[in-house]
């Protein structure tokens, strides 16, 4: 089950470390016995999409990649049970055959399911994060014993246990009817309120080097499936890199997108009575100070929930979210944007990049003591911790 491992890196190529074991398992008995054999420091990881250094360790190293597929579905009860290691992707096939699919899902797929709960995950329009799905987990504790947690566990950046096992609340199946469109920004807002009232989901990306946007806007429909059409993003920062066939699909289908390009990712939380005024101020900020970000600014809305570690605890919000390529100079445009994002409240996506201190991001979270005492209870050696997690929750 162990081997010697010189590196892990995430996806974008901007995190990595140096584990002294990297774990394969095939079965969840694996995980116990390989979790109890030692009593090293251990992280898991999923697809390696989180640009924070989440996953990083210099012990052991868990890849659940092989615990993964759809356990069982129960559509009556409205719940799937899914292995840890499961790509989002590979959820759609099997999910619309037993007559159901998730109600809501990010434009990325390829993330594992563990991984896209524990940071938070989420999509466009006014629904909660993927953690908000959760209605039950399976754990593997650092003694190796399995235990059942409810969903508000789910979103704990992997530190109240090794997932291995989601009960997923799931709706009935469903096929949306994707359009996609660009317009001035002046004329952005206009085209918001108006995709408001009729979309089920609805986003935009604000292009700097155009200063237009592009609309993605998916309403529910009765209407067939298109004929597929194959495609490739185009450059980053350009209008037709976001422009897609109009078309009918699935859900699982329809939600994801293409990417092509490496990208590293900051990402806010704005109380949504402020996020447009944010928008402003962030493009004022890129095109006058740091024009060497070129990339597209994601503007989406998310609903609230209670869960103590989510950065939409207590409010509904729209999330403002900038790109940049992982080797450009992006450090001193992110801090500025960050600093307009923070002074209006919001608050920054776990899994992605930030530059505030552990302090100020505690103080944003009035619940984090919670967490604190649940992980001491769990894992009072600190097992599930790594050098970024420790001065927040150790």
């Not at 390989?34 to 190293?61: C, E, K, N, W, Y």
């Not at 990649?65 to 129960?74: F, K, L, P, S």
């Not at 493009?283 to 103590?308: C, I, K, N, Y």
Request: hydrophobic share 45%; charged share 20%.
């Amino acid at each position: 089950m162990l081997h010697q491992v010189p590196s892990w890196t995430n996806w974008a190529g901007n995190a990595s470390c140096a584990p002294a074991r990297i774990a394969r398992p095939r079965s969840v008995d694996e995980v116990c016995t390989g979790i109890a054999a030692t009593d090293a420091a251990m992280r898991v990881a999923g697809a390696g999409h989180s640009f924070a250094p989440l996953v990083a360790t210099d012990g052991l190293l868990l890849d659940l990649a092989e615990i993964a597929g759809v356990v069982r579905v129960d559509a009556a009860a409205g719940v799937a049970t899914v292995r840890a290691g499961t790509r989002i992707s590979a959820l759609g096939a099997p999910l619309r055959a037993a007559g159901v699919g998730l109600a809501n899902q990010g434009d990325v797929d390829v993330q594992a399911i563990a991984g896209a709960i524990a940071t938070g995950t989420h999509g466009a329009g006014g629904f909660g994060s993927l953690a908000t799905m959760v209605r039950g987990l399976r754990v593997v504790l650092p003694d190796g014993s399995v235990a059942h947690q409810d969903g508000a566990a789910a979103f704990a950046l992997g530190m109240l246990g090794v997932i291995v096992e989601v009960d997923l609340a799931v709706v009935p199946a469903y096929r949306l009817h994707e359009r996609t469109w660009h317009c001035a920004y002046a004329d952005a807002r206009a085209h918001w309120d108006e995709a408001a009232a009729t979309a089920r989901n609805h986003e935009f990306f604000w292009l700097p080097l155009h200063d237009r946007c592009v609309f993605k806007s998916f309403t529910a429909t009765d209407a067939p499936v298109s004929a597929a059409v194959a495609g490739r993003e185009a450059a980053p920062g350009t209008v037709e890199r976001y422009l897609k066939p109009e078309r009918v699909d699935w859900s699982d289908r329809i939600y994801p997108s293409l990417r092509d390009e490496r990208f590293v990712e900051m990402e806010y939380a704005i109380p949504a009575e402020s996020a447009w005024e944010v928008l402003d101020d962030v493009r004022s900020l890129m095109r006058d100070r740091h024009p060497e970000l070129t990339w597209a600014v994601e503007f989406r809305q998310q609903a609230g929930d209670g869960l103590a570690l989510s950065p939409t605890a207590g409010r509904d919000v729209v999330t403002i979210s900038l790109h940049a390529a992982p080797a450009d100079a992006w450090q001193p445009g992110f801090a500025a944007a960050e600093r307009l994002c923070r002074a209006a409240g919001g608050r920054p996506h776990w899994g992605k990049l930030r530059a505030i201190g552990d302090e100020e991001l505690a103080s944003l979270y009035p619940r984090i003591d919670e967490v604190r005492a649940a992980r001491r209870l769990v894992d009072p050696a600190g097992r599930f911790l790594n050098a970024y997690l420790r001065p927040l929750f150790g």
